[in-house]
C-alpha cells in the first residue's frame, strides 16, 4: 500500500512540475510566448505594376462604360516581389472575376464617377487568395479611365 501511495504522490508530483514548466515558459501573462519577430523590411517598399485591365459597367440591360484600371502591388522585399511578378496574370485574372460582376450602376456615384473605394476594397479582398497572407502590403489603384460605352 506504502508503494502505490507513493507511486501516486510521484505521478502528481510530475504532472504539477509539467503543467508549471509549461505555464512558465509557454504562456507568459496569459499570452503565448512569441518564438521571433517578424523581420521588419530595410528601405522604401517596392511596387510591382500588375499591368492595365479592361472591365465593363453594367447598366440595366446593357453595358454603361467601360473602365480601365491600372493596378500596382506594394511588397516589402524582393522575395515577395519575385512571388508577384510570378504570378501577376493569375492576379490580373482574379481582380477580373472579382470586380466583373460587382460593377454596376450602384458603383457609380453622382456624376457618373466610379466608386474607387469600393474596387480598391474589392482588390485587397481577393489579392490573399492568389498570393496568400503576408506577401502583399497593398494594393494601389494608379490611374482609372472611364469611357462610355458607345
Known amino acids: 500500500m506504502k508503494k502505490i501511495l507513493f507511486l ?30 517578424k523581420k521588419k ?15 465593363p459597367v453594367m447598366g440595366d440591360k446593357q453595358i454603361e462604360q467601360n473602365l480601365l484600371l491600372q ?4 511588397v516589402a522585399s524582393d ?15 482574379a481582380y477580373i472575376e472579382t470586380l466583373y460582376g460587382k460593377l454596376g450602376q450602384q458603383q457609380i456615384k453622382a456624376g457618373q464617377v466610379i466608386d474607387v473605394v469600393a ?6 479582398e481577393a489579392t490573399p ?12 489603384i494608379q490611374a482609372v479611365n472611364q469611357h462610355p460605352a458607345y
Not at 528601405?43 to 492595365?52: A, E, K, R, T
Open 8 to 37: 501516486v504522490v510521484a505521478l502528481l508530483a510530475l504532472i504539477g512540475a509539467g503543467v508549471g514548466g509549461y505555464i512558465f515558459l509557454v504562456h507568459k501573462d496569459g499570452q503565448p510566448k512569441v518564438e521571433e519577430e
Open 41 to 55: 523590411p530595410v528601405g522604401p517598399p517596392q511596387f510591382v505594376d500588375i499591368g492595365p485591365f479592361v472591365l
Open 71 to 74: 493596378v500596382q502591388i506594394q
Open 79 to 93: 522575395e515577395a516581389k519575385d512571388k508577384v511578378k510570378e504570378r501577376r496574370y493569375i492576379l490580373q485574372n
Open 119 to 124: 474596387v480598391r476594397r474589392w482588390l485587397i
Open 129 to 140: 487568395k492568389v498570393m496568400g497572407e503576408g506577401v502583399v502590403d497593398d494594393v494601389l
